[in-house]
């Protein structure tokens, strides 16, 4: 087709907008389709290609990927075709050329929008239309539907990798460096993490290592992820080891994360601060006086936190690792290894308490970037004196939400041993956080601790360390 100039094409545009009937030009006669208006040109039909393969091609923006076929030996005489398009099932518009070539990335992207990006055979169908003109009228052509089989573009992907390097003297079988998502799908989530503790390594100055997919696992290097340009990666072992020098002899803890689709991979040198903050709509987003404490020095943080609503912004929340530094927040995105329990994603990165106002037994690992969320629907005391029955209708305590503490002033507790339970359950407790038993300690407890020797009538528990850096009672 040779190029029009654009005058040319801006009189066909309004000759399009102007909706030229058959009965205008000298398509007249032609069959109208049904649906859309168009003509029917008896033998004008497009046809399907090939799976298209986009991983086996460059892809771009570019309309280069013969994605249909148009057989212009049934164009009447003197036509000419001069833009053509394809419209999807559900009303998506992709341009393409007369013979039937598109943009091997806007099929991609359309596709996974659909399906996903992992890279398997995909079928979506769509309408062809083929505008034309002939002594200066215009008319739209419906030249059918075709199938299209598209693999969109993405690697493939390893449910998990391995970093062999001088952490573990190139070991292509040792598993002790996970490289993880989070058990995810890495075509949904494609964050890989791993953090390495530096002391357990030896405090190296450097690392040197590839990443090896756990089916590459006992001497195939052929699947490793290996150094590509600056802050990018290559799949198959091509190219060098990762390398990261000049390690600071104080760094407790490194942290790597590999985006899988983007091929990109960075580091930071990370050290877990004693606490981290809640911030949310529980306190109209101000205060920060909730907080979680790092229980485990590989970065786990557990606590309660108190989540509610009172003006009505959603019951949504963020962390701060310093309270009222926005510039340290920990939000939704923070936890690539995924939310898991009660919470789930809320509007613009907070993270939603899904199971309403309450209390909530929180975990989070800034180290995979795990986070659980627990509701808890009840707090009981349990001890000698009731069987050890976790379940204890009759010394189930009560939240006070203006001084957040759970009270009871009923308790049986004898000196013989006593604990807190949630949730009718062993699985979340709290007891004395010192070696002796029974424990008197109670202004310190602990996630499974010792049983507590205190005894009095009215218990209160303030589980959200807001006004204290330690979890405590009071027993009187």
């Known amino acids: 087709m040779k190029k029009l100039s654009i005058f040319l094409m801006l009189v066909i545009a309004g000759l399009f907008m102007a909706a030229c009937g058959p009965e205008d030009n000298e398509f007249a006669g032609l069959k109208v389709a049904e649906a859309d208006g168009a003509v029917v040109v008896p033998g004008l039909s497009a046809g399907q290609t090939a799976v298209i393969d986009l991983n086996a091609m460059e892809v771009s923006d570019e309309l280069d990927v013969q994605a249909f076929t148009v057989p ?11 833009k053509a398009e394809v419209v999807f099932a559900d009303g998506t518009v992709l341009p393409a050329t007369v013979d039937g070539k598109m943009s091997g990335k806007a099929l991609s992207d359309y596709v996974a ?23 200066g009228a215009a008319v739209k052509i419906n030249a059918g539907e075709v199938t299209f089989q598209i693999v969109p573009q993405a690697p493939v992907i390893a449910s998990a990798y391995y970093l062999t390097g001088t952490m573990n003297g190139w070991d292509n079988n040792n598993t002790d460096f996970l490289l993880s998502n989070g058990g995810d799908d890495p075509y949904a989530n494609p964050v890989f993490v791993c ?19 756990d089916n590459g696992l006992g001497g195939d290097w052929s699947g490793c992820l290996a150094a590509g340009d600056e802050g990018k990666f290559n799949y198959n072992n091509v190219g060098g080891n990762f ?22 991979w960075s580091y930071e040198e ?42 009505g912004w959603g019951n949504e929340f963020k962390f701060q690792k310093v309270p009222g530094d926005w510039g340290t927040e920990i939000n939704y995105g923070t936890f690539s290894g995924g939310v898991t329990g009660d919470f789930e994603e809320g509007g613009g990165g907070n993270i939603k308490a899904n199971a309403g106002e309450g209390i909530y037994f929180i975990e ?9 969320g627990t509701r808890i629907n009840n707090m009981n005391l349990v001890g000698d004196f009731n069987g050890w029955n976790p379940g204890d209708a009759a010394q189930q305590m009560t939240w006070d939400a203006q001084n957040y503490c759970y009270v009871i002033t009923n308790a049986g507790v004898n000196a013989n041993g006593w604990k807190f339970t949630a949730n009718d359950e062993w699985g979340i407790n709290l007891g004395g956080n010192d070696s002796v038993e029974p424990s008197m300690k109670i202004d310190d407890l602990a996630a499974n601790g010792k049983n507590l020797g205190a005894v009095g009538k009215t218990i209160k528990l303030y589980p959200t360390r807001k006004t204290s850096d330690k979890i405590f009672c009071t027993v009187e």
């Open 113 to 135: 929008s659909i399906y996903g990006k992992r890279p398997e055979t995909r079928t979506v169908v769509g309408t062809v239309y083929l505008y034309a003109i002939q002594n």
């Open 270 to 311: 990370i050290a877990f601060n004693p606490f981290i903050y809640f911030i949310g709509a529980t306190d109209g987003w101000s205060q920060a006086e909730q907080k979680l404490a790092l229980t485990d020095q590989n970065g786990v943080y557990t606590g309660y936190i108190y989540c509610a609503d009172p003006n």
């Open 72 to 82: 212009s030996t049934a164009l009447p005489e003197g036509v000419e075709l001069v």
């Open 243 to 264: 390398k990261i020098d000049g390690i600071d002899a104080s760094t407790k803890y490194i942290r790597l994360n590999f985006n899988m689709l983007d091929q990109t």
């Open 364 to 372: 989070a690992n800034l180290a995979t970037n795990t986070l659980k």
């Open 195 to 213: 953090t390495l503790n530096m002391e357990s390594l030896g405090n190296p100055t450097s690392l040197e290592f590839k990443a090896t997919p």
